[in-house]
């Protein structure tokens, strides 16, 4: 299978005497592969996505995304073979929702030309796929960060880039629209898109990923099938906390059609709640 993302010997710092935050990062992500990056606070995952976007400049070390030496690409040819959506944004100008999405489309615009009527329509059917259609002529300073993220989610799947890199994606989200992002992430990787996201929760690995790659201090600590690099003392040692990993049988009935689930848990013991007026059992007259 060809690799849409490689990295090899990637290092970057800093400032000429600022700490090393990469430090000999290797990677390599598939086509058609959901890749997870994991890792504490600190451990250099943003740092990489922001090297592979270039955005920032490393010190050694390449990258090609697509089969592309990103190197030598301009801004506007990296933008129609990767699509980016950041942790976060503040709109300066006061940009309707739709306006924000429709930014998406800029690598196919000339100098000073306009989004056509077409890319207004994918625009907004986008957005509607996304269930954010109601938020179109909404300013998007308005919005909350939940309705933030879908708004550049969709102004990332209209750049219509084989590769999209997503800086914790669901974190400003809800639980049913957590599920719902990585259900449209997983169906655009099986049509043939490569995504490559970090997360700060092993757990989305286990469940959607192809591929998940741990980090640690500016380097891979590790790197694999998501059932065999996540394991316990692994997310332990990384997070410095005591974690297990365990798996859930499917029933019975369906162990035919479905592969065991592995999911992990904080080995914690939660403090005991005094009970309280509200904890007691109603009173039967």
Partial sequence: MALSIRVDGLSFSFGQRG??????????????????????????????????????KPHAGSMSVAGHDTAALSARQLARLVAYVPQSITAVFPFTTLEMVLMGRTPYLGMTASPSRADRRLCMATLERLGAGHLASRPFSQLSGGERQLTMLARALVQEAPVLVLDEPTAALDYGNEIRIFQLVTSLVAAGSTVLMTTHQPNHALMWADRAVLMSAGSVAASGGPSEVITGDRLSRLYNVPVRVTSLAPPADEQGDQEQQFFCLPEVTPPRRRRGAADQPPRIP
Wanted: with cysteine.
């Fill in 19 to 56: 700490e090393n935050c990469l430090q000999g990062v290797s990677l390599e992500v598939s086509e058609s592969e959901l890749c997870c990056l994991l890792g504490p606070n600190g451990a250099g995952k943003t740092t990489l996505i922001r090297c592979i976007l270039g955005l920032l």
